[in-house]
């Protein structure tokens, strides 16, 4: 039992005072804090790459909405400009054309085009849902049945 105490206290007087001792702690501490230092360089690394990820999927979004927008306005012009050319007026909606602006008038209130409409409207809202674009609760209210009498926008073309 003595030899064995003895035997210990020779191995830690040995690995306090050795020169390979002491160099192998180094090298392992150096090692640690060269892990240490890679681990942080990849978390920046990681958070650039996603920060930049954010900023492309958020100028993708402006650039979609930009479009859609020139698109919408394009439609618009061409109705009005085709419109005040011509003595005829066109539902683009249902593809139908007019001799009268009272004939087109009867036509936004009938029931054809006005559920028509109302099935573009939901398709709209649905690919704004799809594409993550349109507000929770603008979503919550378009998807909402109507109560009573339903209310349909309708676009005056004429004007």
Known sequence: RDFNEQVRSLVSHIRKKDPRVLAQRERQRELDEARVVAEKKR?????????EEIAMLAEQEKEMLAAHDEAVADLMGDLSDSEEDEDTFHCPL????????????????????????????????EELDEAGLMKQEE???????????????CVDTTA
């Open 139 to 153: 979503s919550e209210v378009a998807q909402q049945p109507a109560r009573g009498k339903k209310k349909v926008l």
């Open 94 to 125: 249902c593809r139908k054309t007019f001799k009268s602006e009272k004939m087109m008038k009867q036509h936004e209130k009938s029931k054809k085009h006005r559920e028509k409409l109302a099935e573009l409207q939901e398709e709209f809202a």
């Open 43 to 51: 978390a920046t690394e990681q958070r650039r790459k996603r920060a």
